[in-house]
């Protein structure tokens, strides 16, 4: 018995540690902006067919499949980049990124397309009718946040491609690549009920 109990008091505490101050902090902010992402969303499916005037959805959108398989691939070469990384192989590392950088842009660049089909053909702008309003609105607040990530996401790039992206950067660019991942989540949102629903 005291045996036992000497064992037990002699045997070492395991060391509480904390979480990573990045990746709470980005987990704060995905928070706050699914609340900001759900109110654009219903109120997408508030006015869904209440427009007095054309066009209509099933008038002018296609379903933009290219560009969803470009970001949501994009999430599978952002996860390699950090896994890479972790690893100690900053050039796969780089290479990922890269692909991540490059699917994301063309991403952006259909939209741009399907905006310019949108407004310069079907004459469907933000003020057209209560679709062109909510469309732009919810979508554009999707781009804005691909934006920003590509923004991140290239700017580690250019220290990977300058040599200055080494194995102890990791938990930022996993933190990066959290907010990338909540991206790619969010369009999965969008398509659903703007290209799917919507229509």
Known sequence: MTTNAAAIAHAPAEEWKLPSRGIVAMA???LAESAIFIIFVVAYLYY????????????VLEL???????LLSSSITVHFAVHTLQHAKARAAVAWLAATVV????????????WYQLIYHHGLTIS?????TTFYSL??????????????????????LTGHLHQRH??????????????DAVWVVVFTVVYVLGR
Request: proline letters at 4%; one cysteine or more.
């Open 103 to 114: 699917l994301g842009a063309t991403f952006l660049g259909c939209t741009a397309q399907e």
């Open 28 to 30: 704060c902010v995905i």
């Open 170 to 183: 990791a938990e930022r660019l996993e933190v990066i690549s959290l907010y990338w991942h909540f991206v």
């Open 64 to 70: 933009p499949i290219f560009s969803t398989v470009c």
């Open 48 to 59: 869904i067919g209440k427009s007095l005037t054309g066009p209509q959805p099933k008038d």
């Open 139 to 160: 979508v554009g607040l999707h781009a804005s946040h691909v934006i920003l990530g590509l923004l991140m996401l290239s700017i580690v790039l250019l220290f990977g």
């Open 128 to 132: 057209t009718n209560l679709f062109g």
